[in-house]
């Protein structure tokens, strides 16, 4: 029968002793390996058993490959060379891994692909270069060689170099010849016309049955300023020949109507509400145009009129 060795205690059982761990101390004899102390580069790991001995493995930042056994645990690497990125920590049983970096694999690529369309493209102008200095140059019998195959090659490395030209004019013409919406009574624009700036189609007003046209004329003399941004009110009169003191004078709804009168009284049977719409659509005051239309026509002084 044998004994345990130092630190370990023995039980009787069939077929031998039992070595388990045992009190700090405790002897061995003969026949038994005594359990081993890790050294001090190395943690344990497990403790010894009765059939398996003491496991250490290296500390934090150290390794030893368990293929190559080791005295003592090497040191990690602390870091990855330049160019180089960790592909896989320092384990006790490993160092740390490094590599290239592949996350910028795509990108060396596009350089390498422009570099060399880049180069593709200057061979293939030296090469058009030669062919049109030698084959186009006469063969020195007294009869002219053929310029077709230097034209063939100067049409080819002409294409190759506005190809990116014509594709940059292609998107400038786009916005021109993309769709416009859809707009009730304009004028359809094809692609290659340039568009015409739409008109507000003129709807013409008529004094309504039992209205005096003076007087319905001289009822709207409020609602146009009413209407009218005052900002615009003196391009408004500028625009019916009104003199410039009439204009500069309107500074309220009263002056504005005076201005009108003044403007009604020179142009006497002539003068119509018409004219004054039409004055609107031609400052680019359209809406303004409509909505003075529409509340004429609701106030019941004017009405549209029918062909």
Request: aromatic share 6%; proline share 10%.
């Amino acid at each position: 029968m044998g004994s345990c060795g130092a630190g370990e205690a023995g039980t009787q059982q069939q077929g031998g002793t039992r070595c388990c761990p045992g009190p700090p101390g405790s002897g061995g004899g003969a026949g038994v390996e005594p359990c081993p102390l890790c050294p001090t580069d190395q943690v344990k790991l497990s403790p010894c058993q009765p059939a398996r001995n003491t496991q250490c493995v290296c500390k934090n930042g150290t390794f030893c490959p368990p293929d190559h056994p080791c005295e003592m645990c090497q040191k990690c690497r602390p870091r990855c060379p330049e160019g180089q990125v960790e592909l896989k920590h320092c384990t006790p049983v490993s160092d740390l891994l490094c590599g290239p970096d592949t996350a910028t694999g795509p990108y060396y690529t596009t350089v390498i692909g422009a570099i060399g369309a880049v180069i593709g493209v200057m061979a293939a102008g030296i090469l058009a270069v030669f062919c049109c200095k030698h084959r186009c140059s006469s063969p020195g019998n007294g009869r002219p060689s053929s310029r077709r195959p230097c034209k063939i090659v100067s049409s080819m490395f002409g294409k190759l170099l506005l190809c990116k030209t014509v594709n940059v004019r292609s998107e400038d013409r786009a916005p021109a010849e993309r769709l416009q919406p859809y707009v009730p009574g304009a004028p359809e624009v094809l692609p290659n016309e340039k568009p015409t700036i739409p008109t507000i189609p003129t709807i013409r007003l008529v004094p309504a049955p039992g209205q005096d046209p003076s007087q319905a004329l001289r009822k709207t003399f409020y609602i146009f300023p009413e209407k009218i941004p005052i900002g615009d009110w003196m391009k408004f009169g500028h625009s019916l020949n009104l003199e410039d003191n009439d204009i500069n004078m309107a500074k309220s709804h009263d002056d504005f109507y005076n201005m009108l009168r003044k403007w009604q009284n020179r142009e006497g049977s002539r003068a119509s509400v018409n004219t004054l719409l039409d004055t609107l659509v031609h400052l680019n005051l359209g809406g303004v145009a409509e909505d003075i239309s529409f509340t004429l026509v609701k106030s019941e002084l004017f009405q549209y009129e029918t062909s």
